[in-house]
C-alpha cells in the first residue's frame, strides 16, 4: 500500500521568508496530492493540491511541485507571515479509491 | 468545495461506555465518507471508508466490532465507538469528497474531541 513521508517534522523561519516542506510517496499509482493546513484543534483546511499530470501549481504565496519519476512534491510558502503557523500535512490519493494516506505532518513556526 | 458537519463537538465519557459521533454533508449528497482519527501532534489515520447502503470498508487493525459505522443516507454517517477505553481517547474527524468538480479532493467536518475517563 501507499507510504507517504514528510520532512521535517518541525519548522521554524522568520517572518517573510520562505519554507518549503517536502513529502514522498511510494506507490507510482497515485495521482492527486493536496496539502492541508491545520490548526490547533480544528479541521484540517486545504490549501492547494496538484494532479500527477501537472509539474507546478501557484496559488499567490503558497506553490506546489510534483516530481513524479522521484515520486516526491513539495510546498513552497514565500513571503511567510505569523498567520502562517500551524501543522501542515501532504497527503496522496490513488485513482478510482478517493482514499487518502497522510504524511506525518510539520509544524510550521513563523517567528515575528 | 464541501460542507460537513460533526456532532458532538467534545465529549466526555467513562470506561465502558458507547459513544455516537454524526458526521453530516450539509450541501450535496455523499454516498461515501472517510473516518479518520488524529491522536495528539500526530496525522490523520483513516479508520474506515463509510459506503451508503452497504457496510463500511475498514483499514487493517481498526476493530470494526468496536468502531461501528452506519451510513443509513446520503447526508449522515455515524461512527459509535463501542465500550470505549482511555486508549480509545482522541479526535475523530470525517470527511467527504468534494462536488463534482472536485471529487479527488476530500472536506472534513470540525472533529470530535473524546474524552474517555
Known amino acids: 500500500g501507499e507510504n507517504v513521508e514528510q520532512h521535517p517534522s518541525t519548522l521554524s523561519v522568520q517572518e517573510g521568508d520562505s519554507a518549503v516542506i517536502k513529502c514522498t510517496y511510494s506507490d507510482s499509482a497515485s495521482n492527486y496530492f493536496p496539502w492541508y493546513k491545520q490548526e490547533l484543534g480544528k479541521r484540517p483546511q486545504l490549501i492547494i493540491d496538484?494532479?500527477?499530470?501537472?509539474g507546478e501549481k501557484k496559488d499567490q504565496r503558497i506553490a506546489v511541485t510534483l516530481n513524479k519519476t522521484a515520486k516526491h512534491f513539495s510546498l513552497h510558502i514565500t513571503e511567510t507571515q505569523p498567520e502562517d503557523s500551524a501543522v501542515y500535512f501532504c497527503?496522496?490519493?490513488?485513482?478510482?479509491?478517493?482514499?487518502?494516506?497522510f504524511g506525518t505532518g510539520t509544524r510550521l513556526k513563523v517567528l515575528a | 468545495g464541501a460542507v460537513v458537519s460533526q456532532h458532538p463537538s467534545w465529549v466526555i465519557c467513562k470506561s465502558g461506555t458507547s459513544v455516537k459521533i454524526e458526521c453530516r454533508s450539509l450541501d450535496f449528497q455523499a454516498t461515501t465518507m472517510f473516518w479518520y482519527r488524529q491522536f495528539p501532534k500526530q496525522s490523520l489515520m483513516l479508520m474506515a471508508t463509510?459506503?451508503?447502503?452497504?457496510?463500511?470498508?475498514?483499514e487493517q487493525g481498526v476493530e470494526k466490532d468496536k468502531f461501528l459505522i452506519n451510513h443509513a443516507s446520503l447526508t449522515l454517517s455515524t461512527l459509535t465507538v463501542t465500550s470505549a477505553h482511555p486508549e480509545d481517547s482522541s479526535f475523530y474527524i470525517c470527511?467527504?469528497?468534494?462536488?463534482?468538480?472536485?471529487?479527488?479532493?476530500?472536506?472534513f467536518g470540525p472533529g470530535t474531541r473524546l474524552t474517555v475517563l
Open positions: 470527511g467527504k469528497e468534494g462536488d463534482k468538480f472536485s471529487t479527488d479532493t476530500q472536506y
Open positions: 463509510s459506503n451508503e447502503g452497504s457496510k463500511a470498508t475498514y
Open positions: 496538484i494532479r500527477s499530470n501537472v
Open positions: 497527503a496522496a490519493s490513488t485513482p478510482g479509491t478517493y482514499k487518502y494516506i
